[in-house]
C-alpha cells in the first residue's frame, strides 16, 4: 500500500462505485483522478452502435453524480489517442500510478498491452484488477495446463474452484488530486447526435442506466422472477429474461455479487428442498457462465474473432450478408411470431 500516492483511474467499462477494484485501491492509496477517455478512433470494428451509445452516455451522468457526492470530479475526455490523454493527465495532477480493471477484446488487449509498457517506459507504476469475471481467463486450465475447448469442462472447473470475496461498500469518501485537467461537457462527447435524440428518448422509459439503478433491477429480479426463471424463460411473452445484461455489460452490477447473491438462494431453496428455484439457479448461473467463457475463448484463442476455433471448419463456407447479419441483430430471423391467445 503506498500513502499519499496521487493515483489515475481510468474508468472504462466498470461503471461503478461498488466492488470497484481499482477505484478501492487508488481510494486506499491516497489522492486520485477519476477519468473516462472516449477515443472512437480506437473502438474499430467494436464501435458501439446507437442504444449502446445511449446507454454508454446516461451511465456516465449517474456515475459522474456518484462520484462528486464522495468527493471526486470524473473527467471526461473525448481524444484521439487513450496513451496521449492519460499522459495529458499524469502530467496534469502529477500523479505516478494509473490503475484500471481488465477488458478481453483484441482489440482492448492490444490496446492496454502497449499503453501499460509505454507508462512502465516512463516511470509510472500500473497496475490493474479484474473486475468484470469470476476468474482470470488465464486461472483456469485444464489438469495438463491447456486452455478449455469445451464450455462444460470449463464450467465444472470454474465451479470446483474457490472465488474471490465480493467488497459490497464502496469508498465512503474520495480525495480528488489536485490538478487543472479539462473536463469535455458530456455532449460534446459526440455519444448522441441530434438526429438520434428523439427515438432515445422511448429508451429511457423503459430502462434506467447506471450502477445504482442496476442493484435496483438485479434485487428485484432476485426476489420476483428468478425462482421460476428456468420455466419463464421459455416463454415468449412478459419480462422472460433477468433484464440484465445491459448493466453487466457496462460494469454498472458486479458479476461477483450477481453470483454471490445467486448462490445464497440456490442454499435456501436446496434446504427448502425447491426442486423449481434450484433448477432456476443452475440454469442462471449457466447463463453467467457462458459470459465468463466467451472472454476465456477471446483471451486465450485471440484468432477466433476472425475464424473458428475448430480447424475442421477452417473451409466452411461463410456468407458475408450484411443484410443478414443486421436482420439477426434485430430479431427478425426465422418465422415471424403470431400471439394467437
Not at 436446496?270 to 467463457?293: C, H, M, P, Q, W
Amino acid at each position: 500500500m503506498e500513502k499519499n500516492c496521487k493515483s489515475i483511474v481510468w474508468f472504462r467499462r466498470d461503471l461503478r462505485i461498488e466492488d470497484n477494484p481499482a477505484l478501492a485501491a487508488a481510494a486506499r492509496d491516497g489522492s486520485l483522478l477519476p477519468v473516462f477517455i472516449w477515443c472512437p478512433k480506437e473502438e474499430g470494428q467494436y464501435f458501439p452502435g446507437r442504444v449502446s451509445r445511449w446507454w454508454l452516455k446516461q451511465s456516465l451522468i449517474h456515475l459522474k453524480q456518484s462520484l462528486k457526492s464522495l468527493g471526486a470530479e470524473l473527467i471526461l475526455i473525448k481524444a484521439q489517442s487513450t496513451l496521449s490523454a492519460l499522459l495529458d493527465c499524469i502530467s496534469a495532477v502529477g500523479a505516478t500510478k494509473v490503475v484500471y480493471n481488465h477488458l478481453y477484446d483484441p482489440v482492448s488487449l492490444v490496446r492496454d498491452h502497449n499503453i501499460k509498457q509505454k507508462l512502465v517506459e516512463l516511470g509510472v507504476k500500473v497496475q490493474s484488477y479484474n473486475a468484470e469475471l469470476l476468474f482470470e481467463p488465464w486461472e483456469v486450465y485444464d489438469d495438463n495446463g491447456h486452455a478449455f475447448t469445451t464450455f462444460n469442462a470449463y464450467w465444472e472447473k470454474c465451479l470446483s474452484m474457490q472465488r474471490e470475496p465480493v467488497s459490497h461498500l464502496p469508498p465512503w469518501r474520495l480525495v480528488q488530486a489536485p490538478g487543472m485537467v479539462e473536463n469535455t461537457p458530456i455532449e460534446a462527447l459526440g455519444l448522441e447526435d441530434e438526429s438520434e435524440k428523439s427515438s432515445n428518448a422511448l429508451l429511457g422509459r423503459g430502462w434506467s442506466p447506471g450502477w445504482s439503478n442496476a442493484d435496483k433491477a438485479f434485487t428485484e429480479f432476485v426476489e420476483r422472477h428468478l425462482l421460476n426463471y428456468s420455466k419463464d424463460r421459455l416463454r415468449v411473452g412478459g419480462n422472460s429474461t433477468s433484464l440484465l445484461s445491459p448493466y453487466i455489460h457496462f460494469g454498472e452490477l458486479s458479476i461477483r455479487k450477481v453470483f454471490q447473491c445467486v448462490l445464497v438462494k440456490q442454499i435456501v431453496w436446496k434446504n427448502e428442498r425447491n426442486t423449481v428455484g434450484e433448477d432456476s439457479v443452475t440454469r442462471f448461473l449457466k447463463a453467467i457462465g457462458f459470459r465468463e467463457y466467451s472472454r476465456y475463448i477471446c483471451f486465450n484463442f485471440p484468432f477466433t474473432h476472425e475464424r473458428s476455433l475448430l480447424p475442421s471448419l477452417k473451409f466452411f463456407p461463410w456468407d458475408a450478408n450484411l443484410a443478414h447479419f443486421k436482420a439477426w441483430r434485430q430479431g427478425r430471423t426465422g418465422y415471424p411470431l403470431v400471439d394467437a391467445e
